[in-house]
Structure formats: structure tokens, C-alpha cells
């Protein structure tokens, strides 16, 4: 655990930006030479280190050159200065396509990658059929890779890269191209890998993945590292500054819409104490207020509220209509509280969507998309995994009358 | 302790990809192998009929052997540059083709270009042993000169894969590096002793007034040389110059190293201009 498995320092990679996309040795003889137009630094002077046996996060906007650090160290990139050193072998998966070749079959490329990855045959051999079951493709393996979906690509692609029995494994933001299942099956194997004491690097969007299975997360900003620590942290603080960006961009972005009868103002997220926070425990009281204002009587409104995680899920969606609490009409401003006796999101960061809709529901005087960001932090009852603490108790009973005869 | 590793690791992947670019030219059509061997034959007809026929050429004869054949002459001469031809052409088409390859994992990228080449020796020495085969029904001894023959062989091979490697990293950066590569073979060609003999080249011819020993001069080309050397053993039978030999080791492995110094500068590259 103490060695590192990964070190990275002082790494900038720069790009050469050109203006036409091929290059032609005519012009550039005519010219006396290439025709450098722009240099674009896409990472500057970019260090840490990953232990061995962890799983290390890579966030940042889109552009910040998580995807250029991940090829800088699966040494598909080489970076202008600095020094990257992997121990063992690598295995990288990176966006889409992995590295297969599009006009051979699944199973050739499958081949061809476990020699890329320098995996003898027989040992391949062997493998095979686990590596095509994970992936759940038996039926179409022997099918040019070109004709497959982007799920199947994907789950293939990993299949490959961690059966082959990698020390490092890298892994894009590919994980969210999959189906629920397998990215089940894909956060069991990284625990697997974890446990075996292989390092994991992974880049995603996803801040509650990250949040579950990542050790330690580095935040790249503009090709900068803006911090290294331990993941809860720096996605906390990611997710508070992103947070701010949204807020400013939802103003004048089209997250808003609906007829403006009626509007909603502002949205809080109240503790026990009824200060407002963005930041709350499992377990403990929450209320999410609604802010209105009904510039003209409106008969029979409906306020609703869904949170959902930041890829998407929709957690929960109550309504002021399924709780049979509507009003006949209403004029002017005030505002509405959703309480939770017990918050039983379990840790991770959630989006607040608030609306107010006629009683059909079909038609919205305001509907505000991610008005709202907030962190769960860990309380009690604690739970490893999952959005929502269901309220399960264990029991354990012995059987009495059985004997162990040995 | 890694680059041992590293190399064994080569290993598996450099026979991986020969062997998958061999299976895709030989199993693709229904004649499979043979395919492979009409297409220098059918060149050799047609040069055969051009040259023979046409331009009445002289068959070279053979000495010591006393061989008399345009069409056997003409083939000791175009099998080595078909081969050359054939791994410089196959090496600017592979690294381009596999460009999703070489964006998305990694491995030493030259393997593509040694891999491309290794499948053109395959065939190289597939149709060399046809050769030997129709030269020994016709009476030339020539299985005592066989190990010159593989030595050369593997020279050429140096050569061809030093200019492969270089060439093939240009054409990434520049895109029409392939239609200059294409013209300056066309001439190369004419330019080497393969539809002719060395002996038709003048031996000194006046330039702008200037008297040059052309054929001197000539000799330099490499592939004439390779050529040349190839002839003396297939069909003269006899063994080629220790001087020729010696300049063809020579350049052969300077190539080589040229080359490969070359793609080891660029190739780090590869994946961003690909
Ligand atoms: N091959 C390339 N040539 C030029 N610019 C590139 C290339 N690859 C990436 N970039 C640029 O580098 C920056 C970082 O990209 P990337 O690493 O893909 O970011 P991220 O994965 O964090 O979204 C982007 O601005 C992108 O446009
Ligand atoms: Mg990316």
C-alpha cells in the first residue's frame, strides 16, 4: 500500500493545432515548413501519486484534460515534459471503441487486444469464453465489431481489459454507455481488482461512482491540478463550485420553462434547526421550501419536487397532488415545505428539480431543472452502497436442534 | 527486468498481427495461396511479352550456368523488388488502417511496420521456392547457393523494413507523402536492372559536355545491387562479389538504424496526428 503504483510529475502535454486537418508535404515544401497555427496546453505541470492497491478518481469539466493525463499514462501520448511511471502492466480502456479494429469480428479483436496487452494465446484461449459471458455477447462475437451498439463496444472493451489480468487499470468516462447491469458488474470487479491490490484510475461524471469508488480524486481545472485528496473532499468541493457555475448558467439557460403564471422564486434546503444548508446527513430532519409567486389566480395548483442523482436517476417525486394537499386557488407569494422526518438519501450528491403544474400535470406554469445541489453526508443508519436507506433490519436466528457432525 | 518483459510481450503481439495480415491475403480468395504466386507470374508474362517480343530482347545468358531465359532472368530481378515494393506500400497502408489502434492502446507502434514486412518475407520466400523449383527442371543447380540466397534475403529485409519505418511515419504527418512515394518508386524501378541487365547501362556517357561513368554511377542504387546479387546466385550461379555483399550489409543496416531512429522520434506522436 505504501509504494506508489503510479507516479506522475511535472507532466504538460501540449497540442499542435493546425489548419487544415491533413497535412500535405506540397504545400509544406512550397511553405519551407508545416504550418503551425495554434499550441493549446492541454495539461501543465500536472503531479501526484497513486498507491498501490487504491482506486484513484479524475474529475473535471469537460476539456480539462482528464481523457490527455489518462493516454499520457497508458503511453499513447507523450507529454512534452515530465515523467509518468507505471509499475506492472497497464490495461486501459478509453472512451469509445476501446482499441478495437472495426472491421474485425468481435472475437478477432478480442485476440488481437489480448496480444496488444501481451497476453500468450493459450492463456487467451482460456479466458475466452469468461471474457465473452462477462460481456454478455455470446451471440455476437463472431460479428464485425462496427455493427455493435455503443453498450456492446463498451462492455466488451472492458471485458478485455480486466480479465487480462492488469496491475493498473484505466478506465474513460465509458461506464455510463453501459446498462445498469453491468455497471453493477463492472463496480463488483473493481472491488475485486482493489482487493487483489491492482490500481484503479478512473475518469467520470458520475460524482456519486467516483464518491463510491474512489480512495483518493484529483479535480483538473483548465489542465491544472486544482486539488489531490481523499475522494468525499474534493468531490464536495467540486460539486459546491460547479454548483455556483449551474446557478448562474440556469439563469439565463433554457433549464426554466413554463407559462410564468405562476413562478417559483427561490429553493431552500432547510435542516433540523430550519438554517438553510446545502449539505445534510442521512437520517436527519430536511425540508425543501418553495419559494412562490402567483402574478395571477391560478385554480388548483400542484407543486412537485423530484431529486435525482447527477446522472440522472430519478430518486424520488412527490407532489402536493399525490399527498391530496391542493389548493382550489391561489394569489400572491408564500411558500411550501417538503419535510422529511428522516432523510434517507444515503451519501452522494443529488439535484433538486421543483415545478408547479395545473392539476393535469400536463401543462407547467414554472419548472425549474436542477435548481438545487446538494450533498448527503454519512449519518446513521450507514449503508455502503445504494442511493436510499430503505429501513432493513437483520435479524440472525441458529437453528436449535441440528447438530455439526464432522 | 521490464524491457525483457516488454520484449516478450512484443513477441506475442509481432506473431499475432504477421500472422492475422498473412491469413487475410491468403484466405480471402478461393485459390488462397496460389493467388499469391499468380500475381508475379502474371508481371512476368506481361514483361516477358513487352520486352521479349516486343523489343526482341536478348535473353542474358547465364555464366557460368548457361541459363537462356528472359522470363527466369526477369524474375530473379522482380521478386526482390516486388518484395520491397510490397512491405513499403503494406507499411503506409497499415499504420493509417489501424489508426483506432494506435489512438486508443498502446504497444511499440513499429510492430505494425515489422509485422507488414515479415508477412511480405512469407511470400517472398514462397515464391522464391517456386522459382528454385522451375530453376532446378530446367537444370540449374542452385540449392548449394541457398544460404547466400536466405542471407540476402534478410538483408533486403533490413532495408526494407528501415525505409518502411521511415516512410510510413512521414505519411502521417503528410498525407500525400504516399502519391511522391508512388512516383519515385515508378522510377526507381526503371531505374534498377529488373527488365534488363546491368550490361545495357553505357559505361561512361557524356553529360552537358562532361564525360560520367555511368555505370559506376549506377551501381550505387542499392536495389541494383540487391538485384544484381540475387541474379549471381539464381541464375548465373555463381556468388556474388564480397564488395557488393559488403555494401549491401552496409546500407542495408544504415538504413535500418535511419529508420528506426526516425519512427522512434515521431512515434509519440502518432496518436494525436493519426
Ligand atoms: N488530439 C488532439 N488535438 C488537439 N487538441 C486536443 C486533442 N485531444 C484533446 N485536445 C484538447 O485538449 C483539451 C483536453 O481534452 P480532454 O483531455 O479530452 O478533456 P476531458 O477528457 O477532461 O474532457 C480539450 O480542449 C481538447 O479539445
Ligand atoms: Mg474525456
Redesign the pocket.
Known sequence: MSEPSIVVEGVS?R???YHERNQSLKVALLRGRRAVVDE?W??RDVSFEVPQGSSFG?I????????????CMARI?RPETGSISVVGKVSALLELGAGFHPELSGRENVFLNGAILGLPQKELQRKFDEIVAFAGLEQFIDQPVKNYSSGMYVRLGFSVAINVDPDVLLV??VLAVGDEVFQRKCNEKFADLKSRGKTIVL?SHAMTSVHNICDRVAW?DH?QVKMVDAARKVVDEYVGAVQVDRTVDGEDGGERWGSGEARVETVELLDANGSSVSRIRTGEAATIRLHYRFHEPVDKPVFAVTIQTLDGTHVSGPTTRDADQVPDRLLGAGYVDLTFDRMMLLPGTFDINVSIQDYSCLHPYDFRHKVLRFDVEPGEPHESFGLVALGGRWARTEDTGTEETT | MTSLADYRESRELLTHLTLRELRGKYKRSTLGWAWSLLNPLSTMLIFTIVFRVFFRAEAPEGSPSGLSSFALFLLCGLLPWNFLTNSVFGSLGTVIGNASLIRKTYFPRELLVVSQVASWIVSFLLELSLLAVILLIVGNMVLPLVPVVLALVVVLALFATGLSLALSVFNVFFRDVQHFVGIFFQAWFYLSPIVYSVDLVPERHAIFGTDVPLRAIYKWNPMAAFAEAFRDCLYHLRLPSLSTFAYLVTIAVATFLLGLFIFGRFEGRL???L
Open positions: 502535454k497540442f499542435r493545432l493549446f492541454a495539461l479524475l473535471g469539466e469537460n476539456g480539462s484534460g482528464k481523457s490527455t493525463l489518462l493516454k501520448l474513460d468516462e475518469v483538473l489542465g | 496518436a494525436e496526428e
